[in-house]
């Protein structure tokens, strides 16, 4: 009897430890601007920098302690950002005729002083997107950027460390691309949807293995009012993406994973409570977070089951470097073991 309520204890110790493990918590220092913000991106651990669709561009040197505005221009919704190194970064525009107030219609800018100093990039082939949603820094030369929700949809792509870039149209292929995940330089994915209609579209997944001059879609939803918003890879073959739905006659939410490296995509339960669906990051290919209007949802098994964290409201992108996690919403906010 005696081993047995010792083993008991010793189990509730160890779920209460479980349970513990992973703790998000507001940044009170950190930015905000009254609405959804909209992404964050750390170098390391400690150096990172924030945009929002106010024009603003913050930077934080340690942790999220703190945050210096570096750029504060009305008329410019900074969507995305990404840096190649401490000096060497790039921030997306969603663009005009989308949000209200928008006067900016340059897509892309880059900083050379670690975002002290922003400046267009005007070295750019092809037909020039009309705005960007993700950027992502595959290597020191590779860097990829894509957009826009609501289309229509591009592909930026640099070579050389962002010196001069190309565009390629995704028309016809996708109308909506919110997201962009390259595994290598020449294998890769963009996210989004098969409608610039809300009401029309379904979530879609296109992949390339040549750099994007080819794609293929590999996951298609069944529902309309339903786009992909974000995505996250934790190892080469798991991955994970966002279902945000508009869908008025229903509450069901799905998150789509992959364990092939993409090849293949199916539908996770995420919440019945009709919440929207935007970050998501995962620390392990187990354990992550999807950040939606409500709440942070927890998993521990792969996406089988969530939990709510009951700490930040719209997180729109999370980013996980090493074991610490940060999330950009309303406000900001950070996971650390």
Same mark, same amino acid.
């Given at each position: 009897m005696r081993r047995t309520l010792l083993t008991t204890a010793i189990l509730v110790l160890y779920a209460f430890a479980l349970a513990a493990q992973y703790q998000w918590r507001l940044l009170p220092e950190s930015p905000q601007n009254g609405q959804k913000q909209d992404d964050v991106f750390f170098l390391t651990p400690e150096t990172g920098w924030s945009v929002n669709g106010s024009g603003r561009i913050y930077k934080t040197t340690d942790g999220g302690a703190s945050w210096t505005k570096l750029i504060d221009q009305p008329g410019t919704y900074f969507r995305c950002i990404g840096f190649r190194d401490s000096l060497h970064g790039f921030a997306g525009n969603i663009g005009m005729d989308y949000f209200p107030n928008v006067s900016d219609a340059t897509p892309l800018y880059r900083s050379d002083d670690g975002g002290l100093s922003w400046q267009p990039v005007? @070295?750019?082939?092809?037909? @020039?997107?009309?705005?960007?949603? =993700?950027?992502?820094?595959? #290597?020191?030369?590779?860097?990829? =950027? *894509?957009?826009?929700? $609501?289309?229509?949809? /591009?592909?930026?792509?640099?070579?050389? $460390? *962002? &010196? @001069?870039w190309t565009s390629s149209s995704l028309e016809g292929l996708i109308a909506m691309i919110t997201d962009v995940y390259f595994s290598s330089p020449d294998t890769g994915f963009v996210f989004g949807g098969t409608d610039a209609n809300i009401q029309l579209a379904h979530a879609i997944i296109l992949r390339t293995v040549d750099g994007g001059a080819n794609w293929t879609a590999v996951y298609e939803s069944a529902r309309p009012f339903?786009?992909?918003?974000? &995505? /996250?890879?934790?190892?080469? +073959? @798991?991955?994970? =993406?966002?279902?945000?739905?508009? =869908?008025?006659? #229903?509450? +069901?939410?799905?998150v789509a994973k992959t364990t092939d490296g993409g090849l293949s995509w199916s539908d996770r339960p995420l919440a019945g409570n009709g919440a929207k669906a935007f970050g998501i990051g995962f620390l392990t290919e187990n354990t992550g977070w999807v950040g939606c209007d409500n709440?942070?949802? +927890?998993?521990?098994?792969? $996406?089988?089951?969530? #939990?709510?964290k009951q700490v930040g409201l719209y997180v729109n992108k999370i980013r996980v470097i090493g074991k610490t996690a940060y999330g950009i919403g309303v406000r900001i906010y950070k996971m650390e073991p």
């Open positions: 005007t @070295t750019i082939s092809g037909d @020039t997107p009309t705005g960007l949603c =993700a950027i992502q820094v595959v #290597t020191p030369d590779v860097i990829v =950027a *894509g957009g826009r929700v $609501g289309g229509p949809t /591009h592909l930026l792509r640099s070579n050389d $460390g *962002g &010196a @001069t339903e786009i992909i918003w974000k &995505a /996250h890879f934790p190892t080469p +073959e @798991t991955g994970y =993406a966002t279902l945000l739905s508009y =869908a008025p006659n #229903t509450l +069901e939410r799905f709440s942070i949802y +927890e998993t521990s098994d792969g $996406g089988e089951t969530w #939990t709510p």
